[in-house]
Antibody
Framework: EVELLESGGGLVQPGGSLRLSCAAS????????MSWVRQAPGKGLEWVSG????????YYADSAKGRFTISRDNPKNTLYLRMNSLRAEDTALYYC????????????????WGQGTLVTVSS | DIQMTQSPSSLSASVGDRVTITCRAS??????LNWYQQKPGKAPKLLIY???SLQSGVPSRFSGSGSATDFTLTISSLQPEDFATFYC????????FGGGTKVEI
């Protein structure tokens, strides 16, 4: 059974940093691209960042570029999102999501999602 | 960037109703269109991919159609468990979600 378990969220001051983790199980982690998708309270979904199965290629939304870094540790079956220079508008529930396709390039749609970890940016 | 516009933003319906939600892309995205269902407090669930392909395990009352810029999600006979928010998402050029359509009683 595929499982994705996010952790690392919390309350952080504006300008601060946080690292989110997503522990994956139930599938060959290193063969699937992964993404982070966020949802501000009461709002819609926003894709944040993606990474290829090997970790060799990364992708970012404009809102994350230059501030967030996605990475993965395949032997540990774990996906990460390092977030720096956090702003109030980064407050959201952050989901990790598995890309639907197996292979080098993402399909860019998501067949499994975690339950999310909440990031609150406030002074 | 590709913008995705859903309509309506919310709708009221009854059990047994046929429900249609539309999604429009700001440019042609071929059939790179996907639909998700999200219930309160839960993660999104993939329903339809590539405009019209039903994800494994999803009831056949859900269907998708369209191509290029105009797409439709149809629920043929609304069931009590279908009350939720639905999102379209383009996968032609990275990822963009529509604003969502809340289906309520």
């Amino acid at each position: 059974e595929v499982e994705l378990l996010e952790s690392g969220g919390g309350l952080v001051q504006p300008g601060g940093s946080l690292r989110l983790s997503c522990a994956a199980s139930g599938f060959p982690f290193n063969t699937y691209a992964m993404s982070w998708v966020r949802q501000a309270p009461g709002k819609g979904l926003e894709w944040v960042s993606g990474i290829s199965g090997s970790g060799g290629t990364t992708y970012y939304a404009d809102s994350a570029k230059g501030r967030f870094t996605i990475s993965r540790d395949n032997p540990k079956n774990t996906l990460y999102l390092r977030m720096n220079s956090l702003r109030a508008e980064d407050t959201a529930l952050y989901y990790c999501a598995r890309d639907s396709g197996v292979g080098a390039a993402p399909n860019w749609y998501f067949d499994y999602w975690g339950q999310g970890t909440l990031v609150t940016v406030s002074s | 960037d590709i913008q995705m516009t859903q309509s309506p933003s919310s709708l009221s319906a009854s059990v047994g109703d046929r429900v249609t939600i539309t999604c429009r892309a700001s440019q042609s995205i071929s059939s790179y269109l996907n639909w998700y269902q999200q219930k309160p407090g839960k993660a999104p669930k993939l329903l339809i991919y590539a405009a019209s392909s039903l994800q494994s395990g999803v009831p056949s009352r859900f269907s998708g159609s369209g191509s290029a810029t105009d797409f439709t999600l149809t629920i043929s006979s609304l069931q009590p468990e279908d009350f939720a928010t639905f999102y379209c998402q383009q996968s032609y050029n990275r990822v963009t979600f529509g604003g969502g359509t809340k289906v309520e009683i």
